[in-house]
């Protein structure tokens, strides 16, 4: 599943900004003959492996292919960049192959009979290096907006929920929810727009989230080891020296100086087409 046609067990691979043009993933299932695991009750033709692609921010997903265990099941399930295009380009885009279930059947105890359970599944992450995956995107109509006291035609507000300094399971957590107005998340679906402001707003939300979580990590000398707070300062010291006080302090007084080392970070003037 990488671009030099190696083969990797990972899953969860960071990607460089400048080779999501050249991403091209492929899968390999392992999927051993049925007659040796299914039980009784259960014909390969009432399984199937599927594939679906998801893109959290934008809220795509999409069905990329799917067999039925008594069909002849590829070797390789390759992503083409048309379906790639529709999940962002590869930009913090998520994959999951599961077995399923291929239709409802009769409830019985310690048997799956509801249409789509899955019995196994593996989920493989891309992330870009630039803009890692902090938090979640829910959207609000005029009305939502009005109903909690916020102007109908907000464009976006960020809760934070905690957690940005501890250690998460491969670095995945979500530590914020971002609600975006309806029909501003509806534009942002369209891949050329989407992909010049995807930048900005994620600066936008990332200099939000360090303001708002700043009593949490303020008075901390060093960051948690595989916190999401040790991978958003590691890719802002790729633009220069940056220490955690040096953060705090811009987080705290210095905002300003806060987004644009974001901004930059994220490429957003590059990304404006």
Same mark, same amino acid.
């Given at each position: 599943m990488t671009n030099n046609g190696d083969v990797s067990q990972e899953t969860s691979f960071e990607i460089d900004d400048g080779d999501l043009s050249k991403l091209s993933p492929v899968l390999f299932p392992a999927v051993i003959n049925p007659q040796v695991w299914l039980s009784d009750d259960l014909k390969a033709s009432d399984l199937e492996l599927v594939?679906?692609?998801?893109? &959290?921010?934008? @809220?795509?997903? @999409? #069905?990329?292919?799917?067999?039925?265990?008594?069909? &002849?099941? &590829? /070797? /390789?399930? /390759?992503? #083409?960049?048309d379906t790639l295009a529709q999940l962002g380009g590869g930009r913090n885009t998520q994959f999951t192959l599961s077995l399923v279930l291929a239709a409802d059947r009769e409830a019985k105890p310690g048997s799956p009979f509801v249409l789509g359970h899955w019995l196994a599944k593996k989920t493989f992450n891309l992330r870009s290096r630039s803009n890692p995956v902090l938090f979640d995107i829910r959207t609000r109509t005029d009305a939502e907006w009005a109903a909690i006291g916020y102007p109908e035609k907000t464009f976006y507000s960020v809760e934070y929920q905690g957690g940005l300094e501890n250690p998460t399971e491969d670095g995945a957590g979500s530590v914020a929810i971002v609600y975006v107005h309806a029909d501003a998340h509806t534009k942002l679906i369209d891949t050329k727009l989407g992909d010049s402001l995807q930048p900005f707003l994620a600066s936008e939300i990332l200099a939000t989230i360090l303001q708002q979580s700043l009593p949490d990590w303020e008075k901390q000398t060093e960051v948690a080891k595989g916190s999401p707070l040790e991978t958003l300062l590691k890719q802002m010291q790729k633009d220069g020296p940056i220490s955690l006080p040096d953060l705090a302090t811009m987080a705290k007084s210095n905002l300003g100086k806060l987004r644009a080392q974001l901004q930059s970070r994220l490429n957003v003037v590059q990304s404006l087409k």
């Open positions: 594939l679906v692609g998801r893109h &959290p921010l934008l @809220k795509r997903s @999409k #069905v990329i292919c799917r067999y039925t265990l008594d069909q &002849p099941i &590829p /070797e /390789e399930l /390759e992503i #083409v960049s």
